[in-house]
């Protein structure tokens, strides 16, 4: 079936350090997005990517969806202690329904 | 409503009894998920609406699982005869239901089920 890989599973760094987390589908996406849940909490949106090749930027954080739309990656410059939390990408193949496929999470955690 | 609402916050169940779990989700979004996220895992899929009608409940993990919405509105997850391997935290999600940008889902708080 359809499934969307995301490594690592965890990335431990010092605060301050750079952090990558990526995704990959076997079959083109339509569309990707990003969410992040901090401890205790529900996942929640940080942006959507719909463009081959597109980057986007928010501050600190570098979103890039692949040339063949079936890649797409997170990068973090100088983490921070706020940046903790588990990172999920979440695809959606072609189709009508709007269902997301969630890779399975990448665990920061940032040591001060 | 503001957000997703979910009740209850928690549940603690015997083995064996029924548990229903609502989902409100945000006034006007016609797409509904519902996923489970046991500890320290990710989310696993378990059906979605679009309106009243479910076109996906490829996620349901048995036919002890069942869900309904009315209204196009609000959202019942129901398990019957809980096992202790359905403890997770039941995690609703809404989003406008259309296609391109501005499609993200909404979570809820969710719902921590505890099965003793």
């Known amino acids: 079936g359809q499934q969307v890989m995301q490594i690592p599973q965890y990335q431990h760094v010092q605060e301050g350090e750079d952090f990558t987390t990526y995704c990959n589908s076997s079959?083109?996406?339509?569309?990707i997005q990003w969410y992040k849940q901090r401890p205790g909490g529900h996942p929640v949106f940080l942006i959507q990517l719909v463009k081959s090749g597109e980057v986007k930027k928010q501050k600190r954080l570098t979103f890039q969806f692949g040339e063949a739309k079936k890649n797409s990656s997170l990068h973090i410059t100088a983490t921070q202690t706020t940046d903790v939390g588990t990172y999920f990408c979440?695809?959606?193949?072609?189709?009508?329904?709007?269902?997301?496929?969630f890779g399975k999470g990448t665990l920061l955690t940032v040591n001060p | 409503g503001a957000g997703v609402s979910q009740s209850p916050s928690n549940k603690v169940t015997e083995k064996g009894k029924d548990v229903e779990l609502r989902c409100d989700p945000i006034?006007?979004?016609?797409?509904l998920y519902w996923y489970r996220q046991s500890l320290g895992q990710g989310l696993e899929f378990l059906i979605y609406f679009q309106g009243n009608s479910a076109p996906d409940k490829s996620g349901l993990p048995s036919d002890r699982f069942s869900a309904e919405r009315t209204g196009g509105s609000v959202s019942t997850l129901t398990i019957q005869r809980t096992q202790q391997e359905d403890s997770a935290v039941y995690l609703c999600?809404?989003?406008?239901?259309?296609?391109?940008?501005?499609?993200?889902?909404?979570f809820g708080p969710g719902t921590r089920l505890t099965v003793l």
């Open positions: 979440a695809g959606k193949y072609g189709g009508s329904n709007y269902k997301l496929t």
């Open positions: 999600a809404s989003s406008l239901g259309r296609a391109g940008p501005g499609n993200e889902q909404f």
């Open positions: 079959t083109t996406l339509s569309n």
């Open positions: 006034s006007g979004h016609t797409a």
